[in-house]
């Protein structure tokens, strides 16, 4: 039960931290905050796939879409002071958003469609998608192994190395 209080007073730690752009966040406080955000999105979806009532469905994406909308408020500052923790300037962040600008105009959206319409070059399409492609798993890779990497031992530009659980107790 004591865990479960420490990972709880953890997150909330990490949602209080939303205007924090200059110090460090370990690895443990990046992954206790991921993974209850999953399961809590992960629930929401479960409940909003259970009901068959058109309004209370809508009532249900728009619960989904606030809590996304709430978490990633606290989301950006929190990846910012991981990579301060990795000894990188959070101008790095902008790979992340280039990422996520790749996913949802090329892979997801009407770009893609466009590319494989009949009015472009065959190989000009194939290239072009392996590109992006190429682009988008290197950017996936680097954002996946900011969250594996141990951070820097000690004191960096940044700060010190103190986990958030130290600071909250």
């Not at 209080?5 to 990046?30: A, G, H, M, Q, V």
Request: hydrophobic share 45%; proline share 2%.
């Amino acid at each position: 039960m004591f865990y479960i209080k420490n990972i709880f007073n953890e997150y909330y730690y990490t949602l209080s931290r939303w205007k924090d752009y200059k110090s460090r966040s370990p690895r443990r406080e990046c992954w206790i905050f991921n993974c209850i955000n999953i399961v809590c999105y992960f629930v929401l979806l479960q409940l909003r796939d259970t009901i068959t009532q058109q309004n209370v469905f809508n009532i249900f994406m728009g619960i989904t879409y606030i809590y996304v909308l709430f978490i990633l408020i606290p989301s950006i500052p929190l990846v910012i002071r991981r990579l301060h923790d990795l000894g990188f300037s959070g101008k790095w962040y902008f790979l992340y958003l280039f990422a996520y600008i790749v996913d949802d105009f090329f892979l997801d959206g009407g770009i893609y469609e466009d590319l494989f319409s009949q009015s472009t070059d065959f190989t000009y399409r194939i290239i072009l998608l392996f590109v992006i492609l190429i682009i988008y798993s290197i950017f996936i890779i680097i954002f996946i192994a900011t969250f594996f990497c141990p951070g820097n031992q000690g004191r960096n530009k940044y700060g010190s190395a103190l986990s958030a659980l130290s600071k909250n107790n």
